[in-house]
């Protein structure tokens, strides 16, 4: 099993930032991807960025490109999301999640392929 932790969401008006911070505990994953995803109300989870535990590639949506940087920790502990330059349309519930085995780029993407998901951090971005 592996428990993940989110926080440091919040409301932050349009060109603010926030840092989303996502803390792991349990089984190690080190050959893994842990990734980000957000649910807008009454849209479905979409992907937002992702980065493999080996060799910390990062991935991300087109709509973050340039905004967002996924990162991690040195103890491989904890993963992070800096978010900048935000936009009321970044507005949705945040989650962490863990893929134990990284199967390749097509699957990055696809909250299927995770197996392990946090309770997730509301970020509100107001215009």
């Known amino acids: 099993q592996v428990q993940l932790v989110e926080s440091g969401g919040g409301l932050v008006q349009a060109g603010g930032s926030l840092r989303l911070s996502c803390a792991a505990s349990?089984?190690?994953?080190?050959?893994?991807?842990m990734g980000w995803f957000r649910q807008a109300p009454g849209k479905e989870r979409e992907f937002v960025a992702a980065?493999?535990?080996?060799?910390?590639?990062?991935y991300y949506a087109d709509s973050v490109k340039g905004r967002f940087t996924a990162s991690r920790d040195n103890a491989k502990t904890t993963m992070y999301l800096q978010m900048n330059s935000l936009k009321p349309e970044d507005t949705a519930v945040y989650y962490c999640?863990?893929?134990?085995?990284?199967?390749?780029?097509?699957?990055?993407?696809?909250?299927?392929?995770?197996?392990?998901w946090g309770q997730g951090t509301q970020v509100t971005v107001s215009s």
């Open positions: 999640a863990v893929d134990i085995l990284y199967s390749g780029t097509y699957y990055i993407p696809r909250d299927r392929s995770y197996d392990y």
């Open positions: 349990g089984r190690t994953f080190s050959n893994g991807v």
């Open positions: 980065l493999t535990w080996s060799g910390g590639t990062t």
